[in-house]
């Protein structure tokens, strides 16, 4: 019998140096996607895809920078899910993180492979363009995962008390599983950073090249990103897509104008709700399992620490989700070669 | 035809949606199909195909993709712990809470532009329709997200003037003319409410509302219940309500029973007495419909929307100032006026009527306290008795009916709780008549008074 998945799409941040060479050793058989994807970076003076990831080296300065990282993680997601054999997988719908919306988009068939290419090169490069402010992420759950609630209203009070301050505008920018991800100016980040404990010994941690993402700071940006894609690139889905307030737009009955507001207005200034995606995806659609698109393996934590803060088929802890997958996968990150294996 | 045959026809008839009166036979296959052909969903389907949206291939798919999709859900569903206990039971009858932007409300200068002329009139003593409407626009401009409904609410100002000036200030899609039909008033209101918003929704008489009873019992009051709090309309319902009204009506009009409402579970009922304590009460309802997501009803006395005098004509005794927009009265604070050994427990047309004998009791030598409940549902028990702290003997007054109103559950309150010698006067269990006669089953100044000095010259 086949098995039932939605697929969930990365966000920025996902193509590091253990990722370069991902569609060169992934994908060496989707030459026509990246030559269209080359030939369209070429046209505008941007580096191809190909030269990104076939790079010698990788490079914090070149690799991050939102012009460069978008498509390339829009790549190599894309890739990732031509990939999925679905004789044996059945697809129920698709979601993302962040920019893997528009990743999600092109999944479901609402963007064409270079259309969607076009939304994510182009808004990642107007993100780089204006680099407005920046983000950093904070966890409210334990080592086991466990939520801790007054940790979590601690952090939402602390960013209502530094947003209220004359210079400081600081927001929640995606709520991220186990993780808050932080956005606004650097008087706003910093006051976090100076106010709140050290955790783990690395959190608060800065997000290098991330502008302030879903906040209103980047009104500005979605105004440009209106100015230069067309409602014309959207059509209907093939596919349900769960957007970044848990919504979900099904095939054949979306308003292609109200989806091409959401995604270059709302989705953009207003925080992403990745967590509640995830308990749509879940509790809507119950697949066997989700797939974490690649590049990169770090979305794979966030979404089982949503699934758990959902509760769902049962689980609440850390052990029972290692348990579940080790019984029988509900989560499978494309990003480990393993685990990639199980479903192409 | 057979009886039971007759039955089983009108009970299909009702599933289907088919009169009664069109219906004189049992129905066989072919007349069961002729109507499930006319399933709506089905005329849905031949549209969107008919229009070249979907062929008929698509529809199947969406059929086929809806049901494996609840297959799945339900596969799992099935698979959650059971709730046990009734405390896992009832957790969800009350909604959780909602967080809410804290706002600092409207500057001064735009209260006073909005109030204009009613500006001079604040500080002068009001009636109670007057200080609700007052409270109402308050309210109205701190919450934009607060819509009205009701019939003749709007460009009339409603029956009583209770929502007048509501429309013009604050335009007709927020203050609502709706149709003569109560199930459409609170279907509106539920609709709102699971949307965001704040329903303020109006039943013009309370004998209307029984009308869409179950919009409340069966709808709205069970949601949060069988959704685990997932999903929630609150609203503050205002049904203009009770006897004593002269004049009009009769038993179309007015009711004074409250049992349609006091046993469902979760909802909260307010019963003002008096101008100041009606503005600070909705302040409270809305509060709790907006932070905590309650269904939340005022039943709004009607013979004491105008009431001007308490014991002689032009004593104005029963008006009030407008309390400031800042002071509420709680959920479960109840007003204790007076600190006589009498304790006469009401509520409403009850606290007035009550005051008014508590003057002539006073005269002939017994002190009384008038507790005035406030709230009928949660019952403030704790408000209660220690209101009652140091009274000897209790009265309980309720203009409702005997069977199936607030003294019953006041006098069960009183023997469970307290050893205090306790009686009650209560309406008759009659329907509210027309002329003269129109508050003769209900207590009144005099039979109070009588009610309690046999209750304090018993042994």
Not at chain 1, 111 to 127: F, I, K, R, S, Y
Not at chain 1, 145 to 159: M, N, V
Request: net charge negative; hydrophobic share 40%.
């Amino acid at each position: 019998m086949k098995k039932t998945a939605v697929v969930v799409a990365p966000g920025r941040g996902t193509y590091n140096r253990a990722e370069l060479g991902y569609l060169k050793n992934w994908h060496p058989d989707r030459t026509d996607l990246v030559a269209d994807f080359d030939d369209f970076r070429a046209g505008l003076g941007q580096k191809t895809i190909s030269e990104l990831d076939g790079a010698a080296r990788f490079s914090s300065a070149v690799h991050t920078r939102g012009d460069n990282a978008s498509p390339l993680i829009y790549t190599c997601a894309c890739a990732d899910f031509l990939s999925i054999n679905r004789d044996q997988i059945d697809i129920l719908a698709v979601t993302g993180n962040s920019m893997g919306w528009y990743t999600a988009l092109a999944c479901a068939g609402a963007l064409d492979p270079l259309g969607g290419l076009n939304v994510a090169n182009t808004m990642g490069t107007l993100m780089q363009e204006t680099l407005i402010g920046g983000q950093l992420v904070y966890p409210f759950v334990d080592d086991d995962w466990q939520a801790d609630a007054l940790r979590h209203a601690t952090i939402l009070a602390k960013i209502d008390e530094i947003d209220a301050g004359p210079d400081a505008v600081l927001s929640v920018s995606i709520n991220l599983g186990g993780l808050i991800v932080l956005a606004g100016n650097e008087a706003g980040l910093s006051a976090f950073e100076a106010q709140m404990p050290r955790l783990e010994d690395r959190f608060p941690i800065r997000l290098p090249n991330h502008a302030a993402f879903h906040t209103q700071l980047q009104d500005p940006v979605a105004e440009r990103g209106r100015a230069a894609l067309s409602a014309s690139l959207f059509a209907q889905p093939q596919l349900p897509l769960i957007d970044g307030r848990g919504g979900i737009w099904q095939p054949k009955a979306c308003n292609l104008n109200a989806l091409y507001s959401y995604t270059l207005g709302h989705q953009v200034t207003e925080t992403y709700d990745f967590t509640k995606a995830i308990r749509t995806a879940a509790m809507e659609f119950m697949p066997d399992m989700f797939i974490v698109l690649g590049p990169g393996t770090t979305l794979g934590g966030a979404t089982a620490q949503s699934l758990l803060l959902s509760n769902w088929k049962g689980m609440n802890t850390k052990p029972d989700f290692r348990t579940a997958q080790e019984n029988d996968p509900v989560l499978i990150s494309m990003g480990i070669p393993d685990q990639r294996r199980s479903v192409l | 035809m057979g009886a039971a045959k007759d039955e089983g026809v009108d009970v299909v008839g009702a599933l289907i949606g088919v009169d009664r009166f069109q219906v004189d036979h049992v129905a066989d296959d072919a007349e069961f199909e002729g109507w499930e052909s006319d399933d709506p969903l089905v005329h849905s389907a031949a549209a969107l195909i008919a229009g070249g949206t979907l062929t008929a291939d698509d529809v199947l798919g969406i059929y086929q993709s809806a049901e494996d999709q609840c297959t799945r859900v339900a596969a799992e569903a099935i698979k959650r712990p059971r709730l046990q206990t009734p405390a896992q039971v009832m957790a969800s009858i009350v909604p959780p809470l909602r967080p809410c932007k804290p706002t600092n409300g409207p500057t001064p200068e735009a209260r006073h532009a909005l109030f204009g002329a009613d500006v001079k009139q604040l500080d002068k003593p009001q009636p109670m329709s007057r200080l609700l409407n007052w409270a109402l626009t308050d309210l109205m401009q701190q919450h934009d997200e607060i819509v009205m409904m009701g019939e003749d609410i709007g460009t009339k100002g409603g029956v009583y003037g209770v929502t007048q000036k509501l429309s013009a200030r604050f335009g007709p899609d927020r203050v609502v003319d709706t149709l003569l039909d109560e199930q459409s008033i609170l279907g509106l209101a539920i609709g709102l409410g699971h949307n965001g918003f704040v329903p303020m929704p109006e039943i013009q008489f309370l004998a209307y509302l029984h009308n869409a009873e179950d919009q409340l019992r069966g709808e709205a009051a069970t949601l949060s219940f069988f959704s685990n709090g997932q999903f929630t309309n609150p609203m503050v319902l205002r049904i203009a309500g009770l006897g004593y009204q002269e004049g009009f009506g009769g038993h179309f009009h007015n009711d004074n029973s409250l049992a349609v409402l006091r046993d469902i579970p979760g909802i909260v009922i307010a019963c003002p007495s008096r101008g100041d304590d009606a503005a600070m009460m909705m302040r409270e309802c809305v509060r709790l419909a907006r932070e905590e997501q309650r269904i939340v009803v005022m039943v709004e006395p009607i013979a004491l929307y105008p009431m001007r005098d308490l014991l002689t004509e032009g004593d104005a005794g029963w008006m009030t100032t407008y309390p400031a927009p800042d002071r509420t009265i709680l959920l479960g604070e109840v007003g204790t006026h007076g600190t006589g050994p009498l304790a006469i427990l009401t509520y409403g047309n009850g606290r007035y009527l009550s005051t008014q004998a508590a003057a002539d009791l006073k005269a002939d030598g017994i002190a009384a306290r008038v507790i005035d409940i406030r709230w009928l549902a949660p019952l403030p028990t704790q408000g209660i008795l220690a209101a009652l702290d140091g009274a000897e003997r209790v009265l309980v007054v309720d203009e409702c009916r005997q069977t199936g109103n607030q003294s019953e559950a006041l006098m069960t309150l009183l023997s469970e709780h307290t050893a205090l010698p306790h009686a009650r006067i209560a309406a008759e269990d009659s329907f509210i008549p027309t002329g003269p006669a129109y508050a003769s089953t209900m207590p009144s100044r005099a039979s109070i008074a009588k009610a309690a000095k046999r209750l304090m010259s018993a042994p």
